[in-house]
Nanobody
């Protein structure tokens, strides 16, 4: 069964750091991209960062210079530094990959991990 398992969320003071992790497993083939989205209370889900296979990482303007996305095979990480209260949100891992059972590309989502930044 295909799944994305996230970890690393928590409570941190403004200016602090957290590192999120996401591991893809269970019948995933070629991965085209891995990334992160977030959804703050009362707001729509927004894109945070993406790292395409063989490509260059890209970031939303709101996190550029503070967040770093990295990848190791089927795992993706988000290092978050200089956190602000506005970064408080549920963070979701996003993977675009081939699902071996169907041989089709599918967009996959993690279960979400809560990041709370206190002022």
């Amino acid at each position: 069964q295909v799944q994305l398992v996230e970890s690393g969320g928590g409570l941190v003071q403004a200016g602090g750091s957290l590192r999120l992790s996401c591991a893809a497993s269970g019948g995933i083939g070629r991965i085209e991209s891995m990334g992160w989205y977030r959804q703050a209370p009362g707001k729509q889900r927004e894109w945070v960062a993406i790292i395409p296979t063989g490509g260059t990482a890209n970031y939303a303007d709101s996190v550029k210079g503070r967040f770093t996305i990295s990848r190791d095979n089927a795992k993706v990480y988000l290092q978050m530094n200089s956190l602000k209260p506005d970064d408080t949100a549920v963070y979701y891992c996003n993977v675009f990959a081939v699902v071996l059972a169907t041989s089709r590309y599918l967009e996959l989502w993690g279960q979400g991990t809560l990041v709370t930044v206190s002022s």
